[in-house]
């Protein structure tokens, strides 16, 4: 499967974005997905994941309760809904495809290119 992530910008501390992720190839509804971000220098972290029929979510305790992550396998598409944005939370953010609904990134074999979020104070 193919992924080509959007929707990263400019934005300020406690605004609203919302990333989206297409996928195009295999069956998008076979796979679990998650969105992992990296900043210059630091590994990449784990994010928000869901499973490939949305009855499970999983977040990174750093953006639970700002972040939602939803798919809609009619379109083959992920998003990842992020509010009240911080400063840490600028990184370039990526979309990935895996067989399992973990944090782990080795788990995950399809990456999209990333795009980047940048959050102003």
């Known amino acids: 499967v193919q992924l080509q992530a959007s929707g990263g910008g400019l934005v300020q501390a406690g605004d609203s974005l919302r990333l989206s992720c297409a996928a195009s190839g295999r069956a998008f509804n076979n796979y679990a997905m998650a969105w992992f971000r990296q900043v210059p220098g630091k590994e990449r972290e784990f994010v928000a994941a869901?499973?490939?029929?949305?009855?499970?979510?999983r977040y990174a305790d750093s953006v639970q309760g700002r972040f939602t992550i939803s798919r809609d396998n009619a379109k083959s598409v992920v998003y990842l809904q992020m509010n009240f944005l911080k400063p840490g939370d600028t990184a370039r953010y990526y979309c990935?495809?895996?067989?399992?609904?973990?944090?782990?990134?080795?788990?995950?074999?399809?990456w999209g290119q990333g795009t980047q979020v940048t959050v102003s104070s």
């Open positions: 990935a495809a895996g067989a399992v609904t973990v944090s782990e990134s080795s788990e995950y074999h399809n």
């Open positions: 869901i499973s490939w029929n949305v009855d499970f979510t």
